[in-house]
C-alpha cells in the first residue's frame, strides 16, 4: 500500500515543484507561528498555491485556534487543506464546515503520552485525518511542531491501530529512518520538512534518498 507524502515548510515556488517533481502528494505552507521554522506570510502562500496544479493537496498550517479567525486566515491563503497545528474546540469544528465547505480539515495531535491516544480518537470523530507530529503546545511559548525530533512511534502506532480517519506521521523523519518509522507506524502518510534539507533549503539529493528508501 502506498505511503501518502507530505513535503512541509515549503517556501518559494520553485520548492513547490520540485517537491512535486520528487512525488510528493501533499505540500505544507507553514503560517506565521509561535516557534517553528519554515513560516512565510500569507501572501507567499496564496502566491505559491495559485502557481501549482490545483488538484495538489495544499496544506496551510495555522496556529490560529478562533473559527472564524481560522476561516478568514484560509480565505486569504487560498490552500485546499488547512492543519490546524493547535487545539481547536470540538464543538467549532461545526463552524469551520459550515463556513469551508469542501476544504479539508487536519487536525495536529502533539503526541506526549497515552492521553494522546484518546485525544486522537476524540478528533477523530470531527477532522478528516490526523496528524501526530513532536511538540508541546502547553508550554509558556507553544512548540507546534517543526521541532526536528522523534517522538514515541509505539504511541504514534497505537493511535493508527484506534484511529478511524487517515493518520500522518511526523516528527523528526529523514532518509534514515523513514522505512522503520513507516515500518512501526503504519501510517496513511508521512511529513517530512527537515529531514530533506540543507541549510533550511530544499535538498534534491536528500529528496531523492528520502524517496528511494520510502519505496525499499
Given at each position: 500500500?502506498?505511503?501518502?507524502?507530505?513535503?512541509?515548510?515549503?517556501?518559494?515556488?520553485?520548492?513547490?515543484?520540485?517537491?512535486?517533481?520528487?512525488?510528493?502528494?501533499?505540500?505544507?505552507?507553514?503560517?506565521?507561528?509561535?516557534?517553528?521554522?519554515?513560516?512565510?506570510?500569507?501572501?507567499?502562500?496564496?502566491?505559491?498555491?495559485?502557481?501549482?496544479?490545483?488538484?495538489?493537496?495544499?496544506?496551510?498550517?495555522?496556529?490560529?485556534?478562533?473559527?472564524?479567525?481560522?476561516?478568514?486566515?484560509?480565505?486569504?491563503?487560498?490552500?485546499?487543506?488547512?492543519?490546524?497545528?493547535?487545539?481547536?474546540?470540538?464543538?467549532?469544528?461545526?463552524?469551520?464546515?459550515?463556513?469551508?465547505?469542501?476544504?479539508?480539515?487536519?487536525?495536529?495531535?502533539?503526541?506526549?503520552?497515552?492521553?494522546?491516544?484518546?485525544?486522537?480518537?476524540?478528533?477523530?470523530?470531527?477532522?478528516?485525518?490526523?496528524?501526530?507530529?513532536?511538540?508541546?503546545?502547553?508550554?509558556?511559548?507553544?512548540?507546534?511542531?517543526?521541532?526536528?525530533?522523534?517522538?514515541?512511534?509505539?504511541?504514534?502506532?497505537?493511535?493508527?491501530?484506534?484511529?478511524?480517519?487517515?493518520?500522518?506521521?511526523a516528527g523528526g523523519l529523514k532518509p534514515e529512518n523513514i522505512r522503520e518509522a513507516i515500518n512501526i507506524v503504519k501510517p496513511y502518510g508521512v511529513d517530512i520538512c527537515s529531514g530533506v534539507r540543507t541549510d533550511g533549503k530544499l535538498d534534491a539529493e536528500r529528496l531523492e534518498r528520502f524517496f528511494k528508501a520510502l519505496e525499499s
Amino acid at each position: 500500500m502506498k505511503t501518502n507524502v507530505k513535503i512541509c515548510c515549503i517556501s518559494t515556488e520553485e520548492e513547490a515543484k520540485i517537491a512535486l517533481e520528487f512525488g510528493a502528494d501533499v505540500l505544507g505552507l507553514v503560517a506565521k507561528m509561535p516557534s517553528r521554522p519554515g513560516t512565510i506570510d500569507d501572501d507567499l502562500i496564496a502566491h505559491i498555491v495559485q502557481k501549482i496544479p490545483s488538484e495538489t493537496l495544499t496544506f496551510l498550517l495555522t496556529p490560529k485556534t478562533n473559527p472564524y479567525e481560522i476561516i478568514e486566515h484560509q480565505r486569504r491563503a487560498g490552500t485546499n487543506c488547512i492543519q490546524l497545528v493547535d487545539m481547536v474546540k470540538v464543538e467549532d469544528y461545526k463552524i469551520l464546515r459550515d463556513n469551508l465547505m469542501n476544504i479539508k480539515l487536519i487536525q495536529v495531535i502533539h503526541v506526549i503520552d497515552e492521553h494522546s491516544i484518546e485525544e486522537a480518537k476524540h478528533y477523530a470523530e470531527v477532522a478528516d485525518m490526523i496528524l501526530l507530529d513532536s511538540g508541546n503546545p502547553n508550554l509558556l511559548v507553544k512548540e507546534l511542531g517543526g521541532t526536528g525530533r522523534v517522538h514515541n512511534w509505539e504511541l504514534s502506532r497505537k493511535i493508527v491501530e484506534n484511529t478511524s480517519k487517515p493518520v500522518f506521521l511526523a516528527g523528526g523523519l529523514k532518509p534514515e529512518n523513514i522505512r522503520e518509522a513507516i515500518n512501526i507506524v503504519k501510517p496513511y502518510g508521512v511529513d517530512i520538512c527537515s529531514g530533506v534539507r540543507t541549510d533550511g533549503k530544499l535538498d534534491a539529493e536528500r529528496l531523492e534518498r528520502f524517496f528511494k528508501a520510502l519505496e525499499s
